[in-house]
């Protein structure tokens, strides 16, 4: 196989990122496979591992979370969505399914719905890459402490006890804090409109 | 009053990332298919959650992973993907199967139960209290999960309980008014633990409504006792 064994070290651009996603749809492309991988494999096992999940699970979801993407790829519209974005919902995705075999076991499988993906995507997510930039401006928006509130609020199980101890402050400031941030944050994007 | 009729922004946010348990998560899918203003705060998170991922430290992987994913890319996926069916769960797609109605369950003329609710099976419902029956929403993918279908008489009270988290409610038909305002079909109210607060469903109308939980729920007195088996 032709996968280029280093990967110059530059920041992809989410223009770039989404083309890689087009080039695997289009035609199967290994090797776009291969840059996709080494840029977010890494990540979404970061996400993982502070989702909670064991470094092992972690390694082994994002693999899983990259191979849904290279079967996937077809669905992606980068018209409407980062691949960032994509990407992030299909590790959420298998992030819950997850947590719930490891509660239940695998008795119960989840039915798919291989043609309706992305067709009816098109209402949630409204996203251009336009918007996806603003969505990173909002953020940069926020206070240093506020980011850091919305950062483990997506990240932890039990937010409020890990922000009251990370910010040093107690619960009950930590609950009144998260929502000020979270309402400060949906304000922000409520401007992207 | 102003009482809030969406989910709160925290509710959305966990819903976007992942962590709210099953009950609330289907309330929130449920008050999403009606609720394009939701929809789109929803996708806004969706993308926040995109915008952090491309932020976070990489964390490195297993040095033969790439080699180990490229020798996968060709065998047929083993499992069905369960990523599809949420996606699809949260933009409101037709679900593949639908129960029959509930023994017990009468809907008004006009009235359908909504798409995430009718596809699931949902147990008898039975009295529980003058005026009020319940019945229990069954959820395949977290068995523990507490989801209640309620239906209630005209001008009855939703009975006195307590719960240790969050406890939401999303009216199907009919409505409701507590201390902080009146709720109607489609409308999705949340509720804190330290708040014992017990809703009067309006005088014109019985009401439908579905009920989920953060922690776990105990209701008081006879109720308690009759809803145990359930709970
Ligand atoms: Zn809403």
């Given at each position: 196989?032709?996968?280029?064994?280093?990967?110059?070290?530059?920041?992809?651009?989410?223009?770039?990122?989404?083309?890689?996603?087009?080039?695997?749809?289009?035609?199967?492309?290994?090797?776009?496979f291969?840059?996709?991988?080494?840029?977010?494999?890494?990540?979404?096992?970061?996400?993982?591992?502070?989702?909670?999940?064991?470094?092992?699970?972690?390694?082994e979801?994002?693999?899983?979370?990259?191979l849904?993407?290279?079967?996937?790829?077809?669905?992606?519209?980068?018209?409407?969505?980062?691949?960032?974005?994509?990407?992030?919902?299909?590790?959420?995705?298998?992030?819950?399914d997850?947590?719930?075999?490891?509660?239940?076991?695998?008795?119960?499988?989840?039915?798919?719905?291989?043609?309706e993906?992305?067709?009816?995507?098109?209402?949630?997510?409204?996203?251009?890459?336009e918007?996806?930039?603003?969505?990173?401006a909002?953020?940069?928006?926020?206070?240093?402490?506020?980011a850091t509130i919305?950062?483990?609020?997506?990240?932890?199980?039990?937010?409020?006890?890990?922000?009251?101890?990370?910010?040093?402050?107690?619960?009950?400031?930590?609950?009144?804090?998260?929502r000020?941030?979270?309402n400060?944050?949906?304000?922000?994007?409520?401007?992207?409109? | 009053?102003?009482?809030?009729?969406?989910?709160?922004?925290?509710?959305?946010?966990?819903?976007?990332?992942?962590?709210?348990?099953?009950g609330?998560?289907?309330?929130?899918?449920?008050?999403?298919?009606?609720?394009?203003?939701?929809?789109?705060?929803?996708?806004?998170?969706?993308?926040?959650?995109?915008?952090?991922?491309?932020a976070?430290?990489?964390?490195?992987l297993a040095?033969?992973?790439?080699?180990?994913?490229?020798?996968?890319?060709?065998?047929?996926?083993?499992?069905?993907?369960?990523?599809?069916?949420?996606?699809?769960?949260?933009?409101?797609?037709?679900p593949?199967?639908?129960?029959?109605?509930?023994?017990?369950?009468?809907?008004?003329?006009?009235?359908?139960?909504?798409?995430?609710?009718?596809?699931?099976?949902?147990?008898?419902?039975?009295?529980?209290?003058?005026?009020?029956?319940?019945?229990?929403?069954?959820?395949?993918?977290d068995?523990d999960?507490?989801?209640?279908?309620?239906?209630?008489?005209?001008?009855?009270?939703?009975?006195q309980?307590?719960?240790?988290?969050?406890?939401?409610?999303?009216?199907?038909?009919?409505?409701?008014?507590?201390?902080?305002?009146?709720?109607?079909?489609?409308?999705l109210v949340e509720?804190?633990?330290?708040?014992d607060?017990?809703?009067?469903?309006?005088?014109?109308?019985?009401?439908?409504?579905?009920?989920?939980?953060?922690?776990?729920?105990?209701?008081?007195?006879?109720?308690?006792?009759?809803?145990?088996?359930?709970?």
């Amino acid at each position: 196989m032709s996968v280029q064994p280093a990967e110059p070290r530059v920041a992809a651009s989410g223009a770039e990122l989404s083309a890689l996603i087009v080039a695997i749809a289009t035609r199967a492309d290994r090797e776009a496979f291969g840059r996709l991988f080494r840029h977010f494999a890494p990540r979404v096992k970061s996400y993982l591992v502070r989702n909670g999940l064991s470094a092992n699970a972690a390694e082994e979801l994002a693999q899983e979370t990259l191979l849904t993407v290279w079967r996937k790829a077809a669905y992606f519209d980068p018209t409407r969505a980062a691949a960032s974005t994509w990407i992030f919902t299909i590790a959420r995705n298998l992030s819950i399914d997850l947590k719930r075999r490891e509660r239940y076991g695998d008795t119960y499988q989840a039915e798919a719905h291989e043609d309706e993906v992305d067709e009816t995507s098109g209402e949630t997510m409204l996203m251009t890459a336009e918007r996806e930039a603003r969505v990173r401006a909002a953020l940069a928006k926020l206070s240093e402490e506020q980011a850091t509130i919305v950062r483990l609020s997506f990240f932890q199980e039990k937010p409020h006890s890990q922000i009251a101890q990370e910010l040093g402050i107690p619960l009950g400031t930590a609950k009144s804090r998260v929502r000020l941030a979270l309402n400060r944050l949906r304000a922000l994007l409520e401007d992207l409109k | 009053m102003s009482a809030s009729t969406h989910p709160g922004t925290e509710t959305l946010l966990r819903y976007a990332a992942g962590t709210l348990p099953a009950g609330p998560r289907l309330l929130v899918d449920v008050h999403l298919e009606g609720c394009p203003e939701c929809r789109a705060t929803v996708a806004r998170l969706m993308s926040v959650g995109g915008a952090l991922l491309e932020a976070c430290e990489p964390l490195a992987l297993a040095p033969d992973a790439l080699d180990r994913a490229l020798a996968r890319l060709d065998r047929p996926s083993t499992r069905r993907n369960p990523a599809v069916l949420h996606h699809a769960e949260a933009a409101g797609a037709t679900p593949p199967k639908r129960w029959p109605l509930p023994e017990g369950l009468k809907l008004p003329p006009g009235v359908v139960l909504p798409p995430a609710i009718a596809s699931r099976r949902i147990g008898r419902l039975v009295p529980v209290a003058p005026g009020v029956r319940l019945g229990l929403v069954h959820l395949e993918e977290d068995p523990d999960a507490q989801v209640l279908l309620f239906r209630i008489a005209p001008g009855r009270a939703i009975p006195q309980h307590t719960h240790a988290g969050l406890e939401f409610t999303h009216v199907i038909c009919g409505g409701f008014s507590d201390p902080d305002g009146h709720y109607g079909p489609g409308d999705l109210v949340e509720c804190d633990a330290e708040v014992d607060h017990s809703p009067r469903v309006d005088d014109d109308g019985e009401c439908i409504c579905l009920a989920a939980f953060d922690g776990r729920i105990r209701f008081r007195g006879l109720l308690g006792m009759v809803t145990r088996p359930f709970l």
